[in-house]
């Protein structure tokens, strides 16, 4: 409900009819379900045929540029406080955007600020260079960070942004840099790269779902509708990759750039990510089979042949085994994932309830019949794994599995263009 509020509200509309369904709607028979949408519909109707909004509901829209100017007198803490009492940040202490500090962070690139990068769904907020500086101070970046901060705004407008911002599932974007960049603003891409200690991974990650939350609308006065949340969905998860330990070559380089170019691949809908802890494995295939297992999670949102990019962050040691082993392929990787990580059906959410469903839509994506002991894959097709390197010292990989096919690909967008 609160989304939807914020959504009109966003677009001038400041009265619109509604119509609220009991929650929840999952996990229930068929006839109970009947059952709420035989109460609602007369509501439905009434609503589409006699409401009229308020006659005081005129249109109200602002532009967003240049952003307003807010006079406030107090300490940091008082700011801070005001911040969040209005739903400016997301709970944790902030830099004072002043407007020698915007000035300051502009700086970083040669794009005016009144630019529109974009819309960022579900508010549908209009997301110029000027509001990414912003949010940029808030979480103390510096300068020479904007042009990963513009690129990831870009990507955190694509349309399919709306699921991941909107859904219960504890989803948040993910983002991995390339290139000369990397190195440029201190990326860490080896040991504890997505963890603490490392300014430009925290304090962009940071930025980035002020960012999507503040301007997107997806928070306060919109509370987070995660079931239960993850820090990734306060401080996203970004990493360079670890380029010289990939024996099989840069990411970005596979997807079409230079090596010389720099990039940034943005995951919108990044489930929790799942630890792969193998030291045993000496054999390639035997530390594959490991990873394929933890693949086969019936719980996550990317499951039976979902037409969407899963991610594999191999550590440096994992990748060593793998390719020495004669796995001189990410293809040949990417095929015996998709052939090993499958479940029964019947394994699947839907494999009890919503059997008949389920055996019908597995056969017609698979294009053959399927029972509930039919062996379904993860994802559509090999091409849908994608396969980084990232980390240091010791023997331990990550799965990530995505939103699905509301996310479908990992979006690649050049830093370079942001300058």
């Not at 001189?328 to 029964?344: T, V």
């Amino acid at each position: 409900m609160g989304i939807a509020r914020d959504t009109a509200l966003s677009q001038g509309a400041m009265d619109f009819s509604t119509v609220v369904v009991p929650h929840p709607m999952g996990m229930l028979p068929q006839a109970e379900i009947r059952k709420k949408a035989e109460v609602a519909f007369p509501e439905i109707l009434k609503a589409a045929t006699e409401w009229q909004p308020r006659a005081d509901a005129n249109l109200a829209t602002k532009s967003p540029y240049p952003a307003e100017i807010v006079k406030f007198r107090g300490t940091e803490k008082d700011v801070n406080d005001l911040f969040f009492k209005n739903g400016w940040s997301l709970g944790v202490p902030i830099i004072p955007p002043t407007p020698e500090r915007v000035k300051e962070m502009l700086k970083g690139t040669s794009h005016k600020p009144d630019e529109v990068v974009g819309i960022i769904t579900p508010r549908m907020g209009v997301v110029t260079v000027e509001l990414v500086a912003v949010h940029g101070v808030m979480a103390g970046c510096k300068p020479e960070y904007m042009p990963v901060l513009l690129a990831v705004a870009e990507a955190l407008c694509k349309p399919e942004y709306r699921g991941p911002t909107t859904t219960t599932n504890p989803t948040a974007p993910l983002v991995i840099v390339n290139g000369p960049i990397r190195d440029q603003i201190g990326i860490a891409y080896g040991q504890g790269a997505a963890g603490p200690e490392w300014h430009p991974n925290v304090s962009i990650g940071l930025a980035i779902n002020s960012i999507g939350d503040v301007i997107g609308g997806s928070k306060p006065p919109s509370p987070d509708k995660t079931t239960l949340g993850w820090p990734g969905n306060t401080i996203a998860m970004v990493i360079g990759e670890n380029e010289k330990a990939n024996p099989w070559g840069p990411y970005h380089v596979e997807k079409g750039f230079t090596k010389e170019e720099s990039v940034v691949h943005v995951m919108l809908g990044a489930e929790i990510p799942s630890n792969i802890n193998d030291h045993d494995s000496v054999k390639g295939e035997d530390l594959l089979r490991v990873i394929a297992y933890d693949m086969r999670r019936a719980g996550q949102n990317t499951r039976y042949f979902s037409d969407s990019d899963v991610l594999l962050i191999f550590s440096p040691e994992h990748a060593a085994t793998a390719f020495n082993d004669g796995w001189k392929s990410k293809d040949a990787i990417r095929k015996y994932l998709w052939e090993h990580a499958r479940n029964p059906l019947r394994g699947y959410p839907g494999g009890g309830v919503y059997a008949k469903y389920g055996i019908q839509k597995a056969s017609e994506l698979m294009g053959q019949p399927v029972t509930l002991d039919t062996l379904i894959p993860m994802v559509k097709e090999p091409a849908r794994i994608q396969i980084v390197v990232s980390g240091g010292s010791g023997k331990h990989s990550v799965y990530v599995s995505s939103f699905g096919e509301q996310t479908p690909r990992i979006h690649s967008i050049s830093v370079d263009k942001w300058r």
